[in-house]
């Protein structure tokens, strides 16, 4: 069954609390999103550092339920 951008969301937020989360459904078929992430829990940390946060918030989905997220992510006033 494919996810839905609100549980995408809350999973991220579950992990990342400060994360200010934007979720496009590219297919509008549930299965291919594209997300930009923001938070402060980023700074300091390279661009596959803050990839692999979110991958983690995910708790596995990736690659299942969710079969593509193009991701974007970054420290606040780093867009």
């Known amino acids: ?15 990342i609390p400060d994360a200010e989360v934007m979720i496009s459904d590219l297919a509008g078929d549930g299965d291919h999103y594209a997300a930009n992430v923001v938070s402060a829990a980023f700074k300091g940390k390279t661009r596959v550092q803050q990839h692999q946060m979110v991958y983690e918030a995910l708790q596995g989905r990736m690659g299942g339920v969710l079969h593509a997220l193009a991701l974007q992510t970054s420290p606040p006033g780093d867009d």
């Open 1 to 15: 069954m494919p996810m839905d951008a609100n549980e995408i969301e809350k999973l991220i937020k579950a992990k």
